[in-house]
């Protein structure tokens, strides 16, 4: 096996003890399937991430999931308007989870110059969002940043954070129906 | 066939239903009466000489400060035969922007029309289907209509300091 990084394990001769969260961290953080849902210039930045040169499939994520039930990460990159807005939150609704969202540059998070009467202020309007990344549009360099952000996350999550009140109280606050019951 | 011919041809049969006309860009404007829009389109369409048989646009514009004609639809018309154009105008008040829908005349002017009901509010009377076509149906106002301030009044995460407005 390679170097493991931040997993803290404890090694003895013939064995290895972590936790299981950890581990199960691990797996999930190389390999997350990202749904891209690309809708203009930060889309075209994206492709270029995917591309050989910025090569995401290094990360575990060439795994493209066209489909948002087989999708662990939601990569929103460009203008919501908020004629869209209901969809997107669909496509939310039908991950399954646990799930984490990457909202890509200046329009997704805010709006970005799109003062106006269509577009969405920002996807957290809709859905909650785990790591926000700037620019207009964003550099690969910045979407891989925001990515490994995600990494970081995922690996660090606990198994039991998707069912603590902390997060039901959050999607109650977006107004999206809790699915994962507790069965501790 | 000249602008001067169109005119003179339209004002022979509908002299009292028009109430200005100019030129620009060297297209004619006719401002119509807005209660005889779909008798004139009628004519203007099956005339065997003007022949104009595409509509090219409608539009509407808002001036706010024109009382009682605050709300201006305009249709822009294409006559292949002779290879000229015609803008219409008709004013409306924008306490009851209403005036009848030619969907019956040309088929494409029901998006138009629809377009033109969801940024200006205007009233098609007869349109078979008039609801919003680009803004989300739950939008309470007109959009492009100029009381209406640009940017969005609900906007609270951005400030004006990172966007070089003071």
Sequence with gaps: ?184 | MTNEDIYKRISDHFSSYIIASDETFGILNIEINPNKNTEILQWLKEDSILQFSFLTNIAGIHYPDSTEREIAVVYQLHSWRNNSRLRLKAYLSIDNPTIDSIVHLYNGANWMERETFDFFGVNFKNHPDLRRILNEDSMDYFPMRKEHPLEDATREDKDDRFFGRF
């Excluded at chain 1, 003895?12 to 581990?23: H, N, P, R, S």
């Design chain 1, 1 to 184: 096996m390679g170097k493991i990084e931040d997993l803290v394990t404890i090694n003895g001769e013939g064995y290895q003890l972590t936790t299981l969260d950890k581990a199960i961290g691990l797996a999930r953080a190389n390999s997350v399937w990202p749904l891209p849902f690309a809708t203009s210039c930060c889309g075209i930045e994206f492709m270029a991430t995917m591309g050989s040169m910025y090569d995401m499939s290094r990360f575990g994520m060439e795994r493209m999931s066209f489909t948002p039930r087989q999708a662990d990460l939601l990569i929103v990159a460009g203008t919501i308007s908020k004629k869209l807005g209901p969809v997107l939150k669909q496509v939310y609704e039908q991950m399954a989870e646990p799930k984490w969202v990457l909202s890509v540059g200046a329009c997704a998070s805010s709006g970005g110059i799109f003062d106006t009467y269509s577009v969405l202020q920002g996807i957290d309007r809709i859905i909650p969002v785990d790591v926000y990344v700037p620019g207009c549009p964003p550099r690969p360099e910045q979407i891989i940043d925001g990515v490994m952000n995600i990494h970081k996350l995922v690996k660090k999550e606990s198994l039991r954070r998707r069912y603590s009140e902390e997060y039901k109280h959050l999607l109650k606050e977006y107004k999206i129906e809790v699915t994962n019951e507790n069965n501790d």
